[in-house]
């Protein structure tokens, strides 16, 4: 056993809750109700499963930048283009985003909004089909798929989703909302994702903020569907219209669509409070009982962090120079303040949020032109792009010439890790009860680095078999790898008991586990 502290209880905040330790001895814990994980994948990116992090710690992952996804450049899209979904049916890869501000600079194009679609068959390749579905300036040549001139603004910041239930009516399989607080959220159906129409002419959440993409989708774990929508910490709602204090989070849910439960507000632990400007909540496409948020976190009031023509930057950098905003027509006092970036957040139901990782998950980065207001904005979905990749998108350089989506890539799973240094560490996890007849884990060593997994009873004893001299040690990186104990991968005989799993890992990173059956 390696010398340790006797705990490091997994939160931003450990030396705050050092007195939990002694609670969380198998001893003391042995009457707490087991974890039933089923055959479900389970990530490392919170303390669900965690009893006891020794010289390990939960680390976030670090996305990788790689190529434009597409760039806004067709007269129909114009410089307030965004409020972008991305999502994966089989195999297509749709893309929805909002066409606004296109050509003119007069206040009719400025509010003018559409909803445009691209379409790809990897999620890297992206086109713009030609659909001839709606007319812009005289021509049906373009790839709009919600028309411009809807004056209930659903094209303001229409999101979708694919409704996974079985027997639902063929031409509501793919469901979405949009509108603004003036005229509430509107639902819309589509048997192909392409063609929609109204699925009801009343709204829902008439009369509060909505002030910038909100989301809905079949929460598979909870029963029912889920909304997530733009609220204030105050004001922004029908009781107190005017907005006031943070921008936040607010969910409602719903058993059929049609009739939603009054939106409550969202809490984020012991966090400090931040603008979380958008929310993009979604129940992960591995692991749909846990759903992931992608926020963009919003610092408001730096003017002086992007232009050089103010007060020193509080960033050390300056993004825009006063000849360049006023080339571009950066004629709105919110065009010319505040930065933000992005955050990972989590939930598992119910209205709380997980803040375990507080620091920025995606930077704004080097480029100047990332740090304008409202840019690095995550496009709402993340999507298999491989068997051992995932993809997440950003809108990027907002209000530019040179205004784009961009991917970003990830290992499968890869939001976070317990991850442990070259000296070493452990991890042992809460009782839990599991089925199937083999353990799968998402793993990654160094060279000198390695894996080792034993199975205990309830009260932390190694049960014969598994213990950790038996464990067969793992050293590589794999996305799906089997552990083994002195050659043999078979925990049949265990499915419906409680136990425990410690890991003894070095130079490591565990990403998730998994029991599941061979066959």
């Given at each position: 056993?390696?010398?340790?502290?006797?705990?490091?209880?997994?939160?931003?905040?450990?030396?705050?809750?050092?007195?939990?330790?002694?609670?969380?001895?198998?001893?003391?814990?042995?009457?707490?109700?087991?974890?039933?994980?089923?055959?479900?994948?389970?990530?490392?990116?919170?303390?669900?499963?965690?009893?006891?992090?020794?010289?390990?710690?939960?680390?976030?992952?670090?996305?990788?930048?790689?190529?434009?996804?597409?760039?806004?450049?067709?007269?129909?899209?114009?410089?307030?283009?965004?409020?972008?979904?991305?999502?994966?049916?089989?195999?297509?890869?749709?893309?929805?985003?909002?066409?606004?501000?296109?050509?003119?600079?007069?206040?009719?194009?400025?509010?003018?909004?559409?909803?445009?679609?691209?379409?790809?068959?990897?999620?890297?390749?992206?086109?713009?089909?030609?659909?001839?579905?709606?007319?812009?300036?005289?021509?049906?040549?373009?790839?709009?798929?919600?028309?411009?001139?809807?004056?209930?603004?659903?094209?303001?910041?229409?999101?979708?989703?694919?409704?996974?239930?079985?027997?639902?009516?063929?031409?509501?399989?793919?469901?979405?909302?949009?509108?603004?607080?003036?005229?509430?959220?509107?639902?819309?159906?589509?048997?192909?994702?392409?063609?929609?129409?109204?699925?009801?002419?009343?709204?829902?959440?008439?009369?509060?903020?909505?002030?910038?993409?909100?989301?809905?989708?079949?929460?598979?774990?909870?029963?029912?569907?889920?909304?997530?929508?733009?609220?204030?910490?105050?004001?922004?709602?029908?009781?107190?219209?005017?907005?006031?204090?943070?921008r936040t989070v607010s969910r409602a849910t719903s058993k059929d669509f049609v009739t939603w439960t009054v939106p409550q507000p969202m809490t984020y632990g012991d966090s400090e409070p931040e603008h979380i400007y958008t929310n993009a909540t979604q129940p992960y496409?591995?692991?749909?009982?846990?759903?992931?948020?992608?926020?963009?976190?919003?610092?408001?009031?730096?003017?002086?962090?992007?232009?050089?023509?103010?007060?020193?930057?509080?960033?050390?950098?300056?993004?825009?120079?006063?000849?360049?905003?006023?080339?571009?027509?950066?004629?709105?006092?919110?065009?010319?303040?505040?930065?933000?970036?992005?955050?990972?957040?989590?939930?598992?139901?119910?209205?709380?949020?997980?803040?375990?990782?507080?620091?920025?998950?995606?930077?704004?980065?080097?480029?100047?032109?990332?740090?304008?207001?409202?840019?690095?904005?995550?496009?709402?979905?993340?999507?298999?792009?491989?068997?051992?990749?995932?993809?997440?998108?950003?809108?990027?350089?907002?209000?530019?010439?040179?205004?784009?989506?961009?991917?970003?890539?990830?290992?499968?799973?890869?939001?976070?890790?317990?991850?442990?240094?070259?000296?070493?560490?452990?991890?042992?996890?809460?009782?839990?009860?599991?089925?199937?007849?083999?353990?799968?884990?998402?793993?990654?060593?160094?060279?000198?680095?390695?894996?080792?997994?034993?199975?205990?009873?309830?009260?932390?004893?190694?049960?014969p078999g598994f213990a950790l001299a038996d464990a067969d040690e793992i050293v590589g990186d794999a996305t799906q790898r089997i552990a083994t104990w002195r050659g043999s991968a078979d925990v049949a005989s265990l499915a419906g008991q409680i136990l425990r799993i410690?890991?003894?890992?070095?130079?490591?990173?565990?990403?998730?586990?998994?029991?599941?059956?061979?066959?």
């Open positions: 056993m390696i010398a340790s502290p006797p705990f490091v209880v997994p939160s931003r905040r450990s030396t705050r809750w050092a007195w939990l330790g002694l609670l969380l001895l198998p001893g003391f814990a042995a009457g707490a109700a087991p974890i039933d994980i089923g055959d479900r994948v389970e990530l490392f990116i919170d303390s669900h499963l965690i009893e006891r992090l020794d010289h390990t710690r939960l680390k976030l992952g670090t996305p990788r930048r790689e190529e434009m996804a597409i760039a806004f450049n067709r007269p129909w899209e114009g410089r307030f283009a965004g409020a972008s979904t991305v999502l994966k049916d089989g195999g297509v890869y749709r893309m929805y985003y909002r066409g606004s501000g296109y050509g003119a600079t007069g206040a009719e194009d400025r509010l003018a909004e559409l909803t445009a679609y691209a379409e790809s068959r990897d999620g890297l390749a992206w086109t713009k089909p030609s659909l001839g579905l709606h007319s812009f300036r005289g021509s049906k040549d373009n790839n709009i798929i919600l028309p411009p001139g809807d004056k209930r603004r659903i094209s303001h910041n229409f999101s979708a989703f694919v409704d996974p239930r079985p027997g639902i009516p063929a031409d509501e399989r793919y469901k979405g909302v949009g509108g603004t607080r003036e005229h509430g959220l509107f639902r819309l159906v589509s048997a192909d994702g392409i063609r929609w129409r109204m699925f009801s002419e009343t709204p829902i959440f008439l009369g509060y903020a909505l002030d910038t993409v909100n989301v809905a989708f079949w929460s598979e774990a909870e029963g029912h569907f889920v909304a997530y929508i733009r609220t204030w910490s105050e004001g922004g709602t029908p009781e107190q219209p005017k907005f006031r204090g943070l496409f591995r692991s749909p009982h846990i759903q992931i948020s992608l926020p963009f976190r919003y610092v408001d009031g730096l003017a002086g962090s992007v232009t050089d023509h103010q007060a020193p930057p509080k960033t050390g950098r300056a993004a825009l120079t006063k000849a360049e905003m006023d080339a571009w027509n950066f004629d709105l006092p919110w065009m010319r303040v505040g930065v933000s970036d992005v955050i990972f957040m989590t939930s598992r139901g119910g209205n709380a949020y997980d803040r375990t990782f507080m620091e920025s998950f995606i930077r704004p980065g080097l480029e100047r032109a990332a740090w304008t207001s409202r840019g690095n904005c995550p496009v709402y979905g993340v999507v298999p792009t491989g068997p051992d990749e995932m993809s997440l998108y950003l809108q990027l350089h907002y209000m530019l010439p040179s205004y784009h989506i961009r991917r970003y890539s990830l290992r499968l799973d890869g939001f976070a890790s317990v991850n442990a240094p070259f000296a070493g560490g452990e991890l042992l996890t809460k009782p839990l009860t599991f089925r199937g007849d083999q353990l799968v884990l998402n793993v990654s060593t160094s060279s000198i680095g390695h894996v080792l997994v034993e199975l205990q009873d309830e009260g932390g004893r190694p049960l410690r890991f003894k890992l070095k130079d490591a990173d565990l990403y998730s586990i998994q029991f599941r059956a061979s066959k």
